[in-house]
């Protein structure tokens, strides 16, 4: 099945439901989306902690960090 296809049966779905459970599930994806952000933000803070603890992360001015990435 393609996913074109599995995203109108969702969205058929969806408009069978009341406008209640519509506003209900708008609710949840926004969330969920959220939650999902906020996760990505943590695993991408403990990557930079150790990527910072390993020491591969330059640190400068503005002039010194564009010399670096000039080389």
Same mark, same amino acid.
Do not use: C, P
């Given at each position: 099945?393609?996913? @074109?296809?599995?995203?109108?049966?969702?969205?058929?779905?969806?408009?069978?439901?009341? %406008?209640?459970?519509?506003?209900?599930? %708008?609710?949840?994806?926004?969330?969920?989306?959220?939650?999902?952000?906020?996760?990505?933000?943590?695993?991408? %803070?403990?990557?930079?902690?150790?990527?910072?603890?390993?020491?591969? @992360?330059?640190?400068?001015?503005?002039?010194? %960090?564009?010399?670096?990435?000039?080389?």
């Amino acid at each position: 099945m393609t996913s @074109v296809s599995r995203l109108d049966q969702v969205l058929e779905s969806i408009e069978n439901l009341s %406008i209640d459970e519509q506003e209900t599930l %708008i609710d949840l994806i926004r969330h969920r989306l959220a939650e999902r952000r906020r996760s990505e933000i943590a695993a991408n %803070i403990a990557q930079a902690q150790v990527e910072y603890q390993a020491g591969k @992360v330059f640190r400068g001015n503005v002039t010194q %960090i564009m010399d670096e990435l000039r080389k």
